[in-house]
């Protein structure tokens, strides 16, 4: 009886993994491409740092999408899982994901402390943070996750009877005390709740300052923006976060194979919510705000249909007669 209830666990757990990874990797890649694509080249986000936060994290989050999926969619062509055969995909996939999950995190963080200082009453303060700061930001961003990653690349092991995992005492602790509960977790919560609050009250402020309407309104979009995108990854990223903070605390050898299947079926549950919140980010502006809905059909009406509607003119265009090739073709005969 147990068996069959432990078969029927992994069953629904790989069909879910299977459904949720087909689904997931086009939405994401094609959602996060699509918010590129917009930022870069709509005026009224050129030149705004914010925007320019928001392409490193659709970029980031395509990165993470592909090292996280196309393992998966290999070992289930080749009926094999690569880490557990190649050394050297065995030391690049986790550091790879790492990076790419903490500046997709790193750079929500730093889109809130941007909203905070570019929406603050006082003029000092909104002068502080311009584009130029924000390149610098960026790229010690990536400078740190990849000097952060290094030591798990050099300690990662590919063993023949344990498998690819981290065998230090030592780095296991890092994971355990400040890894997941703080660098991972409660500090990027904590710093993107405290500044999104902070933002909303100074964006309830705006209407009362003497500033351009257009810059209003952008100000208000991006900071609504930057709270949906808080929101969810709040609302999404917990379980994930819960899950393996009581994982890593009581990690012990399970016997009981039903409650490993359901550890293993709860495991995948939360990882998909995760993943889903790298993959939405286009779909939540065009739900939660009007004015990006109307920029991005403006565009498309605007831009593609025009181009595609002049290139469909110039092929049913006929070709202009010139009278001294004609001359010079009836002097050949």
């Known amino acids: 009886m147990a068996s069959r209830s432990v078969s029927i666990i992994n069953n629904i757990q790989q069909q879910y993994l299977f459904y949720s990874s087909t689904i997931l990797l086009p939405l994401g890649c094609i959602g996060n491409l699509c918010e590129i694509f917009v930022f870069m080249t709509l005026r009224s986000f050129r030149g705004n740092q ?41 030391k690049l996939q986790g550091p790879i994901q790492q990076i790419f999950g903490l500046c997709s995190l790193f750079t929500i963080c730093f889109l809130t402390f941007d909203q905070y200082m570019c929406t603050n009453p006082r003029p000092y303060w909104r002068q502080i943070i311009s584009l130029k700061f924000t390149h610098r930001f960026i790229f010690f961003m990536i400078c740190f996750v990849i000097l952060h990653s290094i030591p798990f690349f050099i300690l990662t092991e590919l ?20 890894y997941y509960p703080i660098l991972s977790s409660s500090l990027p919560l904590v710093i993107t709740i405290v500044f999104s609050l902070f933002s909303y009250r100074n964006v309830r ?65 939360t990882n998909s919510m995760l993943y889903i919140n790298f993959s939405i980010n286009f779909y939540l502006f065009l ?18 249909l025009h181009f595609i509607h002049k290139k469909h003119s110039n092929r049913n265009q006929v070709a202009p007669i010139i009278p001294h090739l004609i001359i010079s073709n009836v ?3």
């Open 50 to 90: 914010c925007t320019f936060i928001f392409i490193v994290e659709s970029i980031s989050n395509i990165g993470l999408l592909l090292s996280i999926f196309l393992p998966y969619f290999d070992t289930r062509i080749e009926g094999r899982d690569p880490t557990n055969v190649s050394v050297v995909w065995c």
């Open 331 to 333: 002097e050949s005969l």
């Open 159 to 178: 063993r023949p009877t344990s498998g690819c995992n981290i065998f230090s005492a030592a780095m296991n602790s890092y994971y355990k005390y400040f």
């Open 205 to 269: 402020r705006i209407v009362r300052r003497q500033i351009p309407i257009d810059r209003r309104r952008l100000d208000q979009q991006l900071t609504a923006m930057v709270l949906a995108r808080v929101v969810c990854l709040i609302s999404l990223g917990l379980p994930y976060i819960f899950y393996n903070l009581y994982r890593v605390t009581f990690r012990t050898a399970e016997t009981n194979q039903v409650v490993l299947a359901v550890t293993n079926l709860i495991n995948s549950i």
């Open 287 to 304: 739900i939660i705000s009007t004015r990006f809905r109307r920029q991005v059909k403006r565009f498309i009406i605007k831009k593609y």
